[in-house]
């Protein structure tokens, strides 16, 4: 994922635009760059493919100073990773731009701009930006104004900053599908895509908004939205609390990492829709070619990374059509394993550095799959490295040994795959892409309506406490869910958990349920739910005691031996991200309950390096 940082001030601003590079390293690139404006008002650039190491020691060789500059890392989604591709792109020696996102009609505004004269530097689909801007200057000559015009102009995701020799006093950015962050010194002013970049320089920032405009000079900031209006955005003050490494005002890492579910899924959303489709760049320059020619999909994880992997199996044969055998990872790597032609290898994985991921990820290579692709939190990991395809999960570093909103990125990540999947075969039913994005669109809402159940849940919990045993069971794409339940109850609170395709009931695990066994329940309104009720009498006829997530239009009310805590209703494709909150919560309230060391649980490791 891209990352951007600006400057303007008094001092030079080029060990500012490089430690900002550096801190949003994280989020993995493939090339970085930075153009200062000198003291002589000339656009002064360096770039380098690598790190931001390789830039910097570029820095070092041929010095460059300036008091305004914008700098950025790439992620390649148009054009290789060379340093020709790499940002920041110049028209005419005057403008140069920096963008995360995708400009979905590059094609059609690079050929008009081809007719008006400009000559292209690069593959990219950012340069028709800067060559737009350039353009425009001739008939509004102020940068602001000029940038006003021309987002009109642009279809797709963007976040970006322009700086020109012609107004050497500012930087002005766009705001739409890609977050941007102002960070406000005393004489100085900084932008950055995350507000991490600018930390070392200022603790007060502003959020821009989608559609924003914001022109930012040394002592003024100026924003206008979408329709034009000048506005006031509101400067927050950063508090240490808010650090990924500090707990700020929760107890536990896990507590703190299930209640950051909606902002990081609205990250992981960020730059990768479209009005009403997924833009397929997202997921690197050659997706839509290789997508195209998908007609299976294997996936292979471990342990949560694998549940998320068993929802996608039942999205992408639903909904997508594409056939999909998801398999835990330390079983694929040892296996003699058949490849159907033309089949896609996901890999998942948190860390990106789990052995038996790796493992099957560089046995698959010989196996003559179609191509690679991770979806993984951590852009410098192994998995990503050497996978030809990547989609980075955005949930930021994970403490808690217990993964939990890496799960729901993962799980969003995967439903973008099969979107994207959907639409380049020309697979999904007619509207079906546009709905779901419009309800993805709507999930980080969603999700916090079923965080705001946290006290529900922390009740329920006492139930859980004394017991030894529990079951799960879900159907559909609710059984990975269910498993994923157990999974962390088991983990953090010690207590016995399986789970169980509720159908399965009858066929042995029925003999274990008795008034010691709770039994967990997760109840989208969907098909299956009738079926699902009959297989919850059958656990009262036995005297199990039921616990059931329910959507609040299923029709299950609190009986005897019942307890029903009623779920906010959601499209049921994406119904498994949001049952999966209540369960960590259960989970992380037993765990509390019990006493356990809940963000590092006996025997477990956050990262699985070893086989
Ligand atoms: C469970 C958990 C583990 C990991 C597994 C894979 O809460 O965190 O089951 O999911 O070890 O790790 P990654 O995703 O890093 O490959």
């Given at each position: 994922m891209c990352g951007i940082v600006g400057a303007v001030a008094e001092r030079n601003i080029t060990a500012i635009l490089i430690e900002g590079l550096k801190r949003l390293e994280y989020r993995g690139y493939d090339s970085a760059g930075l153009a200062v404006l000198t003291q002589d008002g000339e656009l002064q650039r360096r770039r380098r493919i690598g790190k931001v190491s390789e830039l910097e020691a570029a820095v070092v060789a041929e010095p460059v100073a300036g008091r305004l500059g914008i700098a950025h890392t790439r992620w390649a989604t148009h054009g290789a990773p060379t340093e020709g591709n790499a940002h920041p792109h110049f028209s005419g020696h005057e403008v140069a731009v920096v963008h995360n996102g995708i400009i979905e009609n590059h094609e059609a505004l690079r050929e008009e701009l081809k007719g008006l004269g400009y000559v292209f530097a690069s593959q990219t689909d950012t340069e028709v930006i800067v060559h737009l801007i350039h353009h425009t200057l001739k008939s509004l000559p102020d940068l602001a104004d000029a940038l006003k015009a021309a987002v009109k102009r642009l279809h797709g995701a963007y976040g970006l900053a322009l700086i020109s020799t012609h107004q050497p006093d500012r930087l002005v950015a766009a705001r739409s599908g890609s977050p941007l962050v102002i960070g406000l010194g005393l004489g100085e002013n900084f932008l950055a895509s995350d507000q991490l970049a600018l930390r070392q320089v200022t603790d007060r920032f502003m959020y821009l908004e989608e559609g924003d405009i914001a022109e930012i000079r040394r002592d003024q900031v100026r924003i206008w939205d979408q329709g034009g209006r000048e506005v006031q955005r509101e400067t927050v003050q950063y508090h240490e609390g808010a650090e990924a490494a500090d707990k700020g005002q929760y107890r536990h890492f896990m507590l703190k990492e299930i209640h950051e579910q909606p902002r990081v899924v609205q990250r992981t959303l960020e730059g990768r829709l479209g009005t009403d489709h997924v833009l397929v760049q997202a997921f690197g320059p050659q997706a839509a070619e290789l997508f195209a020619k998908v007609r299976n999909v294997q996936i292979v994880a471990c342990g949560t990374s694998y549940h998320a992997g068993m929802v996608a199996r039942y999205w992408l044969e639903s909904l997508a059509g594409i056939p999909c055998q998801v398999e835990v990872a330390s079983e694929f790597r040892y296996r003699k394993v058949v490849v159907q032609p033309d089949t896609l290898f996901v890999s998942i994985s948190q860390?990106?550095?789990?052995a038996d991921t790796l493992a099957a990820l560089r046995n698959a290579k010989e196996l003559g799959f179609l191509g690679s692709l991770a979806i993984c939190?951590?852009?410098?990991?192994s998995l990503v490295r050497e996978s030809d395809l990547t989609l980075l999960t955005l949930a930021g570093p994970e403490i808690g040994v217990a993964s939990t909103k890496a799960f729901t990125t993962q799980l969003v990540s995967l439903m973008l795959l099969t979107l994207a999947l959907g639409q380049v075969r020309g697979?999904?039913?007619?509207?079906v892409e546009a709905e779901l994005v419009e309800e993805l669109r709507r999930l980080p809402a969603r999700l916090g309506e079923a965080l705001a159940m946290d006290a529900t849940v922390e009740k329920i919990a006492e139930l859980f406490a004394d017991k030894h045993h529990t079951l799960f069971l879900g159907r559909g794409a609710q059984y990975p869910v269910a498993m994923e339940g157990a999974l962390k109850l088991k983990e953090i609170s010690y207590i016995h958990a399986e789970a169980y395709p509720a159908g399965e009931l009858k066929h042995g695990p029925l003999a274990l349920v008795d008034n010691d066994m709770p039994v967990v329940t997760v109840a989208p309104n969907n098909e299956l739910l009738e079926k699902l009720k009959s297989n919850l009498q059958e656990v009262r006829a036995r005297g199990g005691e039921l616990v059931v997530f329910a959507d609040e239009q299923a029709g299950l009310s609190n009986g005897e031996g019942t307890h029903v805590i009623q779920v906010p209703h959601i499209a049921d494709a994406l119904a498994p991200i949001l049952y999966t909150i209540p369960l960590q919560l259960l989970s992380y309230y037993v765990a509390v309950l019990k006493g356990t060391d809940v963000d590092q649980p006996r025997n477990l490791a956050k990262s699985v390096t070893v086989e």
């Open positions: 860390s990106g550095e789990t939190n951590v852009g410098i990991s697979t999904l039913a007619a509207g």
